[in-house]
């Protein structure tokens, strides 16, 4: 898995994709945070914390890990070259989990340089330091789980199709529709007792409860089962593809 995985991030690093992807998260990010004269703006919201970064990236994460997950199975597929990647020795999941893995550490990898937001904010505190550093850390866990969510929710929809384009807007609607549609679902109030059902159903409750500063497992195993669940669907489209 090891010479795939690699193999998998050099695609990605040695092509203009991925330092795309980097440069318009962290642009985008900059700009809603410091720049545009918008709620999200710390310099104007007169509070020393990352809220707004939190809330904005997500929405980010939406549009453009579909964009670099869209080619890991539909590209394969539309030059034939998945065949010849299964009739490596390697099996479906160890495919699956390398090119997984290779997308959320270009998610990681995106993030990190975002630590600057935090030095400036604990920096530019009235007293310096006054931002929650327990919410800010658990916020970031929370952020990269539902990075990890995106990218294997990606993962799955370039396993379905062929086309690149098909992929990236099929991953972005799943990508919305269960990150903020569930809950919107919910808010309706429409559905009597299912509504905390369905509310919990989507990542947003559960990155908003991460968010609060403390890691609680009903989180924590929700995010690994949500991956688990697109991961397994991933290789029963593929299995069945192969009959």
């Known amino acids: 898995m090891r010479a795939l995985y690699l193999k998998e991030i050099r695609s990605f690093l040695s092509s203009i994709i991925g330092y795309i992807f980097i440069a318009i998260y962290l642009i985008l990010n900059s700009l809603f945070l410091w720049v545009f004269s918008y709620e999200t703006n710390i310099l104007q919201g007169g509070t020393a914390d990352l809220f707004p970064f939190f809330t904005i990236s997500p929405i980010i994460f939406i549009i453009l890990i579909p964009a670099i997950t869209m080619r890991s199975f539909s590209e394969e ?9 299964f009739t490596r020795p390697i099996s479906d999941v160890t495919i699956i989990l390398a090119k997984y893995l290779a997308g959320l550490t270009l998610v990681l990898i995106s993030i990190l340089p975002t630590l600057i937001y935090y030095y400036t904010v604990h920096a530019l505190g009235d007293p310096v330091g006054i931002v929650d550093d327990g919410a800010t850390i ?17 993962i799955f929809s370039s396993s379905v199709t062929n086309s690149q384009i098909v992929s990236f807007i099929l991953a972005m609607f ?43 497992t009903r989180d924590i195993l929700y995010f690994i089962s ?12 593929l299995h069945a593809r192969k009959w």
């Open 138 to 154: 658990t916020s970031y866990i929370g952020l990269f789980f539902v990075g990890a969510c995106l990218v294997a929710v990606g």
């Open 226 to 237: 949500f991956t688990l669940v697109f991961l397994i669907l991933t290789k029963l489209v």
């Open 174 to 216: 799943m990508s919305w529709f269960l990150f903020l549609g569930l809950d919107l679902l919910a808010v309706y109030s429409q559905f009597g007792g299912l509504d905390y059902f369905i509310r919990n159903l989507g990542i947003m409750e559960h990155y908003e409860s991460i968010q609060r500063g403390v890691l609680d």
């Open 77 to 85: 597929k539309r030059t034939g070259t998945i065949e010849l990647l």
